[in-house]
């Protein structure tokens, strides 16, 4: 059973940057296509990032556009979220996650993903 933990999230001010890393055990990482969603309290959770199997594609959502990147190293089974110039209104639960083995990515809806990380919290202060 493929199975992701992340990490990296914690509290930030406005403008400051952290990167969230995720490790994907249970299955290789090669042919899964990854991606980054988050979800604050009273919303749905949406898809903020995603990434085909080697890093083609690279999908941000328009909110984050310029600010985040996804990027894998398939060798070490890790996904890693770049986040810059970080905003109060990107506070939420982030988590990593996995589509369908062998599915085309960018996955850019979250029903689409299959396999979910535990969360880490990330909160901006203004």
């Known amino acids: 059973q493929v199975q992701l933990v992340e990490s990296g999230g914690g509290l930030v001010q406005a403008g400051g940057s952290l990167r969230l890393s995720c490790v994907v055990s249970?299955?290789?990482?090669?042919?899964?296509?990854m991606g980054w969603l988050r979800q604050a309290p009273g919303e749905e959770r949406e898809v903020v990032a995603g990434i085909n199997w080697n890093g083609g594609s690279p999908y941000s959502a328009d909110s984050v556009k310029g600010r985040f990147t996804i990027s894998r190293d398939n060798a070490k089974n890790m996904v890693y979220l770049q986040m810059n110039n970080l905003l109060p209104e990107d506070t939420a639960i982030y988590y990593c996650?996995?589509?369908?083995?062998?599915?085309?990515?960018?996955?850019?809806?979250?029903?689409?993903?299959?396999?979910w990380g535990q969360g880490t919290q990330v909160t901006v202060s203004s």
């Open positions: 996650a996995a589509g369908r083995r062998l599915a085309w990515g960018p996955l850019r809806r979250s029903y689409e993903y299959e396999y």
């Open positions: 249970g299955g290789s990482v090669s042919n899964y296509p």
